[in-house]
C-alpha cells in the first residue's frame, strides 16, 4: 500500500532527513579536499609538517572518509523520494535490536524491525517506536527510511491490567518459562541477546519478582502462562 508526502509530520521528518544527509554530503566533500591538499602538501611542501604531524591527520582524515561515505547515496535516494512522493506501509510488532555488522571503534546502531523490513533509527525518537507493540510503519518508498510508527494495538488490552508486558514481552516469558536460555531466545525472536536481557529486566519489574523462576511461577499464577 503507497500514499503520498502530504501530512506536515512526514515533511517536517523528510526535512530532517534532507538536512542530515546534506550536510553529511558536505562534510564528506570537506573532508576529501582535506584529504587530497595534504598529500599536496607534503610531496611539495614536506617543512610545513616539521613533526611529521601528517602521520595522524591522514588516518583520521581517512577515518571521517570512510565513516561519512554512505551520505550522498542516501541523499540522492531521499531526493528521488521526494521527486516521486511515494510512502509504502508495513505492519507488525516492533522490535529493536543492532544492526548487523562489525563495529570497531563504536558501538553498532540500533534498528527497528517491523514485518520483514529493518529501518535506521536516524535520530527518530525512541519513545515514539512502541517496542513490543503492534504497530503501522510508514517510510519512503524508494530509501526506505523511516517517517512515522503508529500504534495499532491498545497497550491496556495487550494482557491484564496489574501486569501489561507488551506482545514480546509475553514471548520472551513464555521461552523463559520453558528454560530457554537468553541466546536461544534471541536467536527464535531475532534479537540481540543484550536485548532480551533489557527485556527481561523490564519482565522482573513488572512482575515484582528477581529472577526467571520467579518470573516463571509469577506468570503461571496470574494465568499469564499454561502450565504442562
Do not use: C
Not at 610531496?43 to 570512510?66: A, K, T, V, Y
Not at 510508527?149 to 501486569?163: D, W, Y
Not at 514471548?171 to 530457554?180: T, V
Amino acid at each position: 500500500m503507497e500514499t503520498q508526502i502530504h501530512s506536515d509530520t512526514d515533511k517536517q521528518r523528510v526535512r530532517l532527513l534532507l538536512n542530515k544527509f546534506t550536510l553529511g554530503t558536505l562534510a564528506l566533500w570537506l573532508t576529501a579536499v582535506l584529504f587530497v591538499l595534504t598529500f599536496v602538501v607534503v610531496f611539495i611542501w614536506p617543512e610545513f609538517f616539521p613533526q611529521d604531524q601528517h602521520f595522524l591527520i591522514i588516518p583520521l582524515l581517512s577515518l571521517w572518509l570512510f565513516l561519512l561515505r554512505h551520505y550522498p547515496a542516501r541523499l540522492m535516494q531521499l531526493k528521488q523520494d521526494i521527486t516521486q512522493g511515494a510512502i509504502a506501509e508495513v505492519s507488525g510488532l516492533s522490535i529493536i535490536h543492532n544492526k548487523p555488522g562489525f563495529k570497531i571503534l563504536f558501538a553498532p546502531d540500533v534498528q527497528l524491525s517491523v514485518g520483514n523490513m529493518s529501518f535506521d533509527l536516524l535520530s527518530y525518537p525512541p519513545a515514539h517506536l512502541h517496542i513490543g507493540h503492534q504497530v503501522k510503519v510508514r517510510y519512503l518508498s524508494h530509501s526506505k527510511l523511516l517517517l512515522s510508527v503508529q500504534l495499532t494495538s491498545n497497550p491496556q488490552q495487550v494482557n491484564k491490567p496489574q501486569t501489561q508486558l507488551s506482545d514480546i514481552e509475553l514471548a520472551i516469558l513464555k521461552l523463559m518459562a520453558s528454560g530457554e536460555p537468553d541466546k536461544i531466545i534471541a536467536r527464535q525472536l531475532s534479537l540481540e541477546p543484550t536485548t532480551v536481557r533489557t527485556y527481561n529486566t523490564n519482565i522482573y519489574r513488572k512482575l515484582a519478582v528477581k529472577n526467571r523462576k520467579q518470573a516463571a511461577a509469577k506468570a503461571a499464577d496470574i494465568g499469564l502462562i499454561s502450565v504442562n
